[in-house]
């Protein structure tokens, strides 16, 4: 996996994800998580205030097929949300792109592709910094398909992913005028 800034190219983020998990909601569409912060740390209500790590969560939303589905580099299937945890400080980046699922020989692994997609910074904790900017998302994934580890990282994603100021409505609040 590797985010690189679409300003700075030279600014790259390529984290190691060891936890790659897969639900799939039906034949079209899946759940894909990976991250690299401990069991511990994705209990929802653990305490983040001195962990750093990423959980990143894509939504497959058309499962391609050749003939019917457009392959370029503006199709898109597939939501990304990458979530940074630097010390307890939180940003997530949000996006879209192509995912590009590949056949795998056992029933319960997912293999896919992901290049050029983007993202760029959505929602912030007052302390985040952003090192990268816009940024292309690029993967290779493998992930397993384990719906109780899937629950558990979307869980703590979405905790806190909810409770940070979205960077959009304080754009919108900027450019109203005042009365």
């Known amino acids: 996996m590797r985010l690189r800034s679409v300003t700075d190219p030279g600014r790259v983020l390529s984290p190691p994800l060891p936890t790659a998990v897969v639900v799939r909601r039906d034949t079209r569409s899946a759940d894909i998580y990976l991250t690299d912060l401990s069991r511990r740390d994705l209990d929802p209500l653990a305490d983040l205030s001195l962990v750093s790590g990423h959980i990143v969560h894509i939504h497959m939303f058309l499962h391609p097929s050749a003939g019917r589905t457009p ?96 960077l959009r409505a304080s754009e919108n609040e900027a450019e109203q005028p005042d009365e």
């Open 71 to 166: 392959i370029d580099s503006a199709a898109t299937n597939a939501t990304i949300r990458h979530m940074i945890v630097a010390r307890g400080a939180v940003g997530v980046y949000e996006g879209a792109g192509f995912v590009l699922p590949r056949l795998s020989a056992s029933a319960d692994t997912f293999h896919a592709r992901i290049r050029d997609a983007s993202l760029r910074l959505m929602r912030r904790d007052p302390g985040f910094t952003d090192p990268l900017g816009a940024v292309t998302f690029d993967a290779s994934i493998r992930a397993t398909e384990d719906p109780a580890l899937a629950r558990l990282i979307a869980r703590r994603f979405e905790r806190e992913a909810q409770r940070l100021p979205s």
